[in-house]
């Protein structure tokens, strides 16, 4: 009798589409094994293309690609940064990076993503006690759900201050029919080996303003001048995306439109199979304005109504069954890292860490395997 645990079903693993081997041999024989080659030039014209916008930028990681466009957008040491609390690390991160100050924004309960009347509220309030406009409104898309951008951008029009898009969850994602970080100054993706897509590591910065890409793609490569001996006249960085996990990318970049499906079909099915059950409810849209990757299938359970089980007892319990699952972001303004800067809190990213949980959501999943992370949660409930 095998005595073999059975693979772990993950939250979300790499999935190759079998084409990405052809564009790295292809950057190997012509010995283009360097952060610049024709993968990167193709794969930036793919994601342009894709997007609809007008210029790309190819970059080590998505935090990388956060990192550049605060400089780029002129965040100094002191300067305040309006952020998503609800959110990865790598989001706020780079504001510390600069010297700058995470001022963070709560949630609204819709669609987990900042909220516009409390971003209000703060930019009123920071003026009022710093003198001062912040200079940035940082904002995410959070597990692929758009933000409400119509509220954002009008916000961004009245007090003039422009706005940067964390997508690094939500490649494929639209609003109104427009990709997210599209809407403004620039946007930014990430290629991390758990996202929709993956070049094993990487990220792009994207942007209607051409100038502003050259100027990420410059900083990228060490910020050397246009000289034939090697001169710097600002700091630069080695950010740039390597033109091996360029082909990687344009590999999958072939199949995008599929994992997508893929990720949305997992979404439904985990919706009707716990729609009969109560305690359970889902991230959704909320209106066709909303079109989500569902790059995560996200849950909230509320005790009150599980007869007491808690997400924390149906992650361990799916741990026992070898399924992944990951509690929600904890919010930045509870680490203890970011606890001294301002925030403007409702409680209700709190509520959501408190009660989250991602469910395994890869398009290499099969019906099996989601059938038994659906039957594994709902017999953990019904037990109690």
Known sequence: MSTESPEMIRLSSPHMSGREMKYVVDA??????????????????ALRTYSGTAACSCLSSGTAAIHLALIILGVQPGDEVLCSTFTFVASANPIIYLQARPVFIDSEPSTWNMDPNLL?????????????????I?????????????????????????VLEDAAEALGSTYDGHHCGTYGIMG??????NKIITTSGGGALISSNETLCRQATFLSTQARDPAPHYQHSQI???????????GIGLGQ??????????????NTFYRNAFKQTEGIT?????????????????????PAETGGVTHEDIRLKLNQYHIETRPLWKPMH???????????????????????????????????????????LLNTINRS
């Open 236 to 246: 630069g960085y080695n950010y740039r995306m390597s033109n091996i996990c360029a």
């Open 282 to 302: 889902l991230l959704t849209e909320t209106s066709q304005r909303y079109h989500s990757n569902y790059w995560l299938t996200t849950i909230l359970i509320n």
């Open 188 to 193: 930014v993706y990430s290629f991390n080996g």
């Open 120 to 136: 209000r509220q703060a930019i009123k309030e920071r003026i009022r006690k710093t003198g001062k406009k912040p200079k940035l």
């Open 28 to 45: 190997m024989e012509r010995n283009q094994v360097f952060p610049l080659g024709q993968n990167v030039t193709d794969f930036e014209e």
């Open 334 to 376: 509870l680490q203890p890292i970011f606890t001294p800067y301002p925030s403007y809190i409702s409680g209700v990213s709190e509520t959501l860490f408190n009660k989250g949980l991602c469910l395994p959501s890869g398009s290499l999943m099969t019906e099996t395997e989601r059938q038994k992370v659906a039957d594994t």
């Open 253 to 266: 970049m072939e199949v995008l439109t599929d994992r997508i499906t893929k990720r949305r079909e997992h």
């Open 138 to 162: 940082l904002v995410v898309h959070l597990y692929g759900m758009p933000a409400d951008m119509e509220g954002i951008m009008a916000i961004s029009k009245e007090f003039d201050i422009p």
